[in-house]
């Protein structure tokens, strides 16, 4: 009778809820019988996450108004290079720098309008979001658009047949190989053409399944703290999917920009013109370095990388191990489990050891541990970059002490302002998210390795 009672008592703890935060519970209810039988996983201390002070941040107009001037001022420096006088002679014919009746114009106003493209753009989206109802913004912003590009393809068609100069298979590849990035990359996306960054769609919420079928909006791009491995991982796709397009678009931006500044002008100088080949070719490696990294800073302010810091500190990261010498006990892996660090796992006949806080990465997935090992700490990133920028700009101005003709000192020192502007707010970044990092890690009683 005893025995029978002692059952019936098991038996009644059995059915006991049990506690609904706790992950290893979590993991045994929804994984196998494998899992089960093995070892016992230990609790997890969810990260503990530190805000970063408000970080002032390029706008979308004061961006594209800077690239604007930049771009236009670069190709005005090109075109200076080209085309320079000695106006300061007594015998000069002419009292100008330039030869002005050298240069194109109709090939200077179809740089200039692709160069204005997104400036543009921006401003008659800002007007179109002020003037309508939000829930009209998505059929606005698509007529206006589609507008958009009608009148901007006719301009570019005008200004194309105004071009005087005589045309060969170089300037043609020159005019038009930039558009096909566009059409290969971006399968003739307007809003590629038209934005750096692409318009957010993140739109779930804090806790649901980011997979319930909803529309997406124009909520801005969030980090949600969430005990489901499942969510993670969908998390850092979404998240992954949008760091690789703003990297495609800074790029693809730049080139675009470097390529219509400084290639197309000497491209299409003529024939029986003389100039520095290789002034030319340095003034647009500095040109192009300088955008790019411009690019970058816009694409990828403090706010952004802490979301993907946040995110990478719940994806979490596994070490390979090459033997089971150790005999260590270990589970099989299960992907609706989130795992603490130190568990170690079977997966695909390899063996694993969790190196995160929490883990709910798939073992053996390269994207998930380049995306664990660059943003578990993202000021190294930015060190990464402040070091190759300090390199650039000290060449820059290195270069700039041994030049001797006004022309070329007035064009680097341009671009040398504009690299220091650069490294200000690189420095600026990577000093403020160091410092927070470090507290955040003493938080949490651990380095991120």
Not at 11 to 19: I, L
Not at 150 to 157: E, K, Y
Not at 366 to 395: D, G
Not at 412 to 438: C, E, G, N, P, W
């Amino acid at each position: 009778m005893m025995a029978k009672g002692r059952r019936v008592t098991q038996q009644r703890h059995s059915t006991q809820p049990k506690p609904a935060f706790q992950h290893q519970q979590i993991g045994r209810r929804a994984s196998t019988q494998k899992i089960d039988e093995g070892p016992p996983i230990a609790s997890i201390t969810p990260p503990k996450h530190v805000p970063i002070p408000e970080i002032p941040r390029l706008q979308e107009f004061t961006f594209e108004l800077f690239m604007l001037l930049f771009s236009v001022i670069s190709l005005g420096l090109q075109y200076l290079n080209l085309y320079r006088t000695v106006f300061w002679l007594p015998q000069s014919y002419t009292k100008y720098a330039m030869h002005f009746h050298l240069i194109d114009t109709g090939l200077v106003y179809f740089i200039v309008t692709l160069l204005a493209r997104r400036l543009v753009w921006s401003i008659l989206r800002f007007i179109i979001t002020k003037i309508f109802h939000p829930s009209y913004w998505r059929i606005g912003l698509l007529i206006s658009r589609i507008i958009f590009m009608i009148c901007l393809v006719s301009l570019l068609t005008v200004f194309f047949f105004r071009i005087t100069s005589q045309f060969n298979l170089l300037r043609i590849i020159a005019l038009f190989y930039p558009f096909t990035f566009y059409v290969f990359k971006f399968k003739l996306e307007a809003s590629a053409f038209l934005e750096v960054i692409p318009t957010p769609v993140y739109t779930e919420e804090k806790g649901k399944n980011f997979k319930n079928g909803k529309k997406p909006s124009l909520k801005p791009i969030h980090h949600s703290c969430t005990n489901s491995a499942e969510v993670i991982r969908t998390e850092v796709n979404f998240l992954k999917d949008d760091c690789n397009k703003r990297i495609c678009s800074s790029y693809i931006s730049n080139y675009y920009g470097g390529s219509y500044t400084a290639l197309v002008p000497c491209i299409f100088a003529t024939n029986s013109l003389y100039y520095d080949n290789f002034w030319v070719k340095v003034h647009t490696v500095f040109v192009g370095t300088t955008s790019f990294i411009w690019h970058l800073i816009y694409c990828f302010p403090a706010r952004y990388c802490d979301i993907l810091h946040r995110s990478s500190l719940h994806l979490g990261g596994w070490a390979k191990l090459e033997s089971r010498a150790t005999q260590a006990p270990f589970n099989n892996w299960t992907p609706t489990i989130l795992w603490p660090q130190g568990a170690h796992v079977k997966y695909m006949k390899e063996f694993y050891r969790a190196e995160g806080i929490t883990n709910a990465a798939e073992p053996g997935n390269s994207t998930h541990a380049r995306l664990y090992m660059l943003f578990c700490e993202p000021w190294r990133l930015q060190l990464m970059l402040v070091v190759s920028h300090s390199v650039c700009t000290f060449l820059h101005l290195a270069f700039l002490v041994t030049l001797q003709q006004w022309q070329q000192l007035l064009a680097t020192a341009f671009v040398l302002a504009s690299s220091y502007a650069a490294l200000f707010i690189l420095l600026r970044d990577f000093l403020i998210l160091k410092k927070v990092y470090k507290f955040e890690q003493m938080n949490q009683g651990k380095l991120c390795s």
